[in-house]
């Protein structure tokens, strides 16, 4: 049986990796992640970056500044 995971870096320690195999299983990293497969991560990286460029005023909300 597969136990199917992200990359994250605490998954890949030398006990977690013993255990998984201990137990009977293989582990199965899934692909590097990218954002540019889901649009909705796509649209808040660019609102992101438009709010960096200027950052808001205390009494200024972020939807003030999005454009619809």
């Not at 597969?2 to 009977?24: F, S």
């Not at 199965?28 to 660019?46: G, T, V």
């Not at 460029?53 to 909300?61: D, G, N, Y």
Request: with cysteine.
């Amino acid at each position: 049986m597969y136990i199917v995971m992200d990359n994250a870096a605490i998954r890949k320690t030398p006990n977690i990796l013993r255990a998984i195999h201990e137990h009977g299983h293989t582990p199965l990293f899934l692909p590097p992640y990218s954002p540019m497969l889901n649009p909705i991560e796509e649209c808040w990286a660019k609102i992101k970056q438009e709010a960096r460029k200027t950052p808001l005023a205390k009494s200024e909300i972020i939807a003030e500044r999005i454009e619809w």
